[in-house]
C-alpha cells in the first residue's frame, strides 16, 4: 500500500505538525483545525506550514474548520 491521503485530528497539534515534515508522495492533507485550542495565529501558522511543504488550501474539500490541502 502507498497511501496518499493524510487525515489529521489531534486537538490542537497540527499547528507545528507540519513544520519540516516530509510529505512526499502525499498528494491530499485533510485537517480538523482547533482554533480555540491554537488561536488565529495557530491557524495561520497550518496553512503557513502546509505552504511551505508544497500543498495550497483547497475550498472545494473544506467546510468550516475541516479544512483540505493539495499538492500544488
Given at each position: ?17 507540519f ?20 488561536g ?5 501558522d ?17 467546510n468550516?474548520?475541516?479544512?483540505t490541502?493539495?499538492?500544488?
Open positions: 500500500m502507498r497511501p496518499d491521503v493524510l487525515m489529521v485530528d489531534i486537538e490542537g497539534g497540527e499547528a507545528k505538525l513544520n519540516g515534515v516530509d510529505l512526499t508522495g502525499v498528494r491530499c492533507v485533510v485537517v480538523e483545525l482547533h482554533q480555540l485550542l491554537t488565529l495565529a495557530g491557524v495561520a497550518c496553512f503557513s506550514a502546509t505552504a511551505t511543504v508544497g500543498f495550497a488550501y483547497d475550498p472545494m474539500g473544506s468550516g474548520p475541516i479544512v490541502f493539495r499538492r500544488r
